[in-house]
C-alpha cells in the first residue's frame, strides 16, 4: 500500500471524473491538497476557507466544491488552474457535499441549521434552503439527479429530498448515528453507516425502508462503492481498517487493517485503486483491492475478475478449473486481471508462472435464474403491492425489472424473492430476473 503525505487533520476525498487527481481538505490545515494519481504525490496545495471538510468534483470535472465548517463558506476550485475562483457565502457550519450528476445543482448540508443549501452552479450561488434533520452530516444525490439523500446524525433518520421541488418526501428511521451514504449506479440500493450502531444499512429506494443490516464494523464512518458496483469499501475507526463489503450478498467479505482513524474513501474509475483518508496520520493510503472482488459469475463466462497473489509475473496462463481464461493482463507482481471462460460449479483458479503453479482462490459459476410464478399477478395501478416471485437460482438476485421499471428485490432464499412494485398506468408488463448468472425468463404482470 502506498502512502501519500498530505496537510494536517484531513477528512474528505473526491477524484475528477477521469481519476487523474484526487482532492483531499485538510481540516487543521485549512487548505486541499491535490494528489497526482499517476505519480501519487502532492502537485499543489490550496488554501481554503478554516475548516475544510466535504469535497465533491463537477460532472465534468471542471470544479471541485469544498465546504468549510469553520468559515461558513464553499469554496471553489478550478480543476485547470487548481485556484480557488469563487466562495459561496451563507451557509451555517456546512458538513457534507454532492454535485448533482446533471451538473445544474450542488447540495451542502449545514450542521448548526439543520437544513440543506441548494447551490446554483450556473451562478455559484445559494438559491433555496431546505430543513431536514439535527445535525445533517453527508448528503448524496441519486444518478438521476431527482432524489437527494441527508443523514441526520443527531435524529437517527435519512431525508429524502424530492431535488425538483426542494421539499422532503419521506424520512426514513431505523439508524444509530448516521454518517455516511453510498448510493448504487443505478439508484436502487442506498447504503448508510450506522456510526453508533457498528452496522450498515442497506435502504431500498423504491420503498425508502431499511431491508438489510450489515454487522461487524466497529465504528464505520464513510463508505464508497466501487464503479463496477461489485465492492462496497467502509472506512472502520474503531479498528482503524478498511471493511470490505461484497455487494451482491451484503456481507463483509475482507477487513484490510493498517490504517489510522481512516475518513473518506474514494474508488478510481477504472475500479483498480481505493483511496482512503487517514485522519491519524495525516496521509493517504492507496491500495488495490482484495482478492474476491468477483468471484461469481454466468455459465457462459465473460466476467472480468481481479486475482491477487504473489509473484505473478512473467505468468503465462490463467486457468478456471482445466480451462484457459479467455484473456488475462498483468497488472502487477501481485495482481492478474482476467476473463473467464464458459464453466459449471466452483472451480479452482489458478495462474502458471515462471515459479510453478499458483492458486489464486476459487470462482463460482451461476445457473441462471428461473421464474415459475409470480403471487399475486396483478395489483393497482397506485403500486405499493407485494409481489413474490418463486422460482429457482434466485439468491444472487440483484435486481428485477417490472416494465421499464428497475426495482431492489428482498432475497429470501434461493427459491423465492420479493419486490414492492412502483406506481404505474394499466397495463400488462413484463418481469424478469437479473442475478450473478445472468437474466431469467419472463412472467408477466398486470396493472389493474
Request: charged content about 5%; cysteine-free.
Amino acid at each position: 500500500m502506498a502512502q501519500v503525505p498530505v496537510g494536517n487533520g484531513p477528512i474528505g476525498i473526491t477524484l475528477t471524473p477521469n481519476g487523474a487527481r484526487a482532492y483531499v481538505t485538510n481540516f487543521g490545515s485549512g487548505t486541499v491538497s491535490v494528489i497526482d494519481t499517476t505519480t501519487r504525490t502532492v502537485i499543489a496545495t490550496i488554501t481554503t476557507g478554516a475548516g475544510p471538510w466535504g469535497v465533491t468534483a463537477s460532472h465534468d470535472g471542471t470544479l471541485v466544491y469544498v465546504s468549510n465548517f469553520g468559515a461558513n463558506t464553499v469554496s471553489v476550485i478550478s480543476t485547470t488552474t487548481n485556484t480557488v475562483v469563487n466562495s459561496i457565502t451563507g451557509l451555517n457550519n456546512p458538513v457534507g457535499v454532492d454535485a448533482a450528476p446533471n451538473g445544474l445543482f450542488t447540495y451542502v448540508t449545514n450542521q448548526a441549521s439543520n437544513t440543506v443549501s441548494r447551490v446554483d452552479t450556473a451562478t455559484q450561488t445559494i438559491v433555496a434552503t431546505i430543513p431536514v434533520g439535527a445535525r445533517p452530516y453527508n448528503v448524496q444525490i441519486a444518478p438521476n439527479s431527482n432524489r437527494a439523500y441527508v443523514a441526520n446524525f443527531g435524529a437517527d433518520t435519512v431525508s429524502v429530498i424530492n431535488t425538483a421541488t426542494g421539499t422532503v418526501l419521506t424520512t426514513i428511521t431505523g439508524f444509530n448515528l448516521p454518517r455516511g451514504l453510498a448510493i448504487t449506479a443505478d439508484g436502487l440500493r442506498l447504503y448508510v453507516t450506522n456510526y453508533g450502531g457498528n452496522t450498515v444499512s442497506v435502504v431500498d429506494t423504491i420503498s425508502n425502508s431499511v431491508v438489510a443490516t450489515i454487522n461487524g464494523l466497529s465504528i464505520p464512518f464513510y463508505m464508497a462503492l466501487s464503479p463496477n458496483q461489485q465492492l462496497g469499501y467502509v472506512s472502520v475507526n474503531g479498528t482503524s481498517s478498511v471493511g470490505v463489503i461484497e455487494l451482491g450478498t451484503n456481507t463483509v467479505s475482507t477487513v484490510i487493517p493498517g490504517f489510522s482513524v481512516p475518513n473518506w474513501l474514494a474508488v478510481t474509475p477504472d475500479n483498480r485503486f481505493v483511496y482512503v483518508v487517514n485522519n491519524g496520520s495525516n496521509s493517504v493510503t492507496v491500495f488495490r483491492p482484495p482478492t474476491g472482488a468477483t468471484n461469481q459469475g454466468p455459465l457462459s463466462g465473460g466476467t472480468n475478475v481481479i486475482l491477487r497473489g504473489q509473484r505473478l509475473t512473467g505468468t503465462t496462463a490463467v486457468y478456471f478449473g482445466p480451462r484457459r481464461a479467455t484473456s488475462f493482463t498483468i497488472l502487477d507482481d501481485s495482481t492478474i486481471s482476467a476473463v473467464t471462460p464458459a464453466g459449471s460449479g466452483a472451480v479452482r483458479v489458478t495462474a502458471t508462472t515462471p515459479g510453478g503453479t499458483a492458486f489464486v482462490g476459487y470462482f463460482y459459476y451461476i445457473p441462471p435464474p428461473r421464474i415459475s410464478g409470480l403471487s399475486p399477478t396483478s395489483g393497482p395501478v397506485s403500486g405499493g403491492s407485494t409481489v413474490v416471485l418463486t422460482g429457482s437460482n434466485l439468491i444472487t438476485a440483484k435486481a428485477v425489472t417490472l416494465g421499464a421499471a428497475a426495482i431492489l428485490p428482498v432475497v429470501i432464499s434461493d427459491s423465492q424473492i420479493s419486490i414492492t412494485t412502483p406506481p404505474a398506468s394499466g397495463w400488462i408488463v413484463r418481469v424478469q430476473v437479473e442475478t450473478a448468472g445472468g437474466l431469467s425468463n419472463t412472467a408477466t404482470y398486470t396493472y389493474v
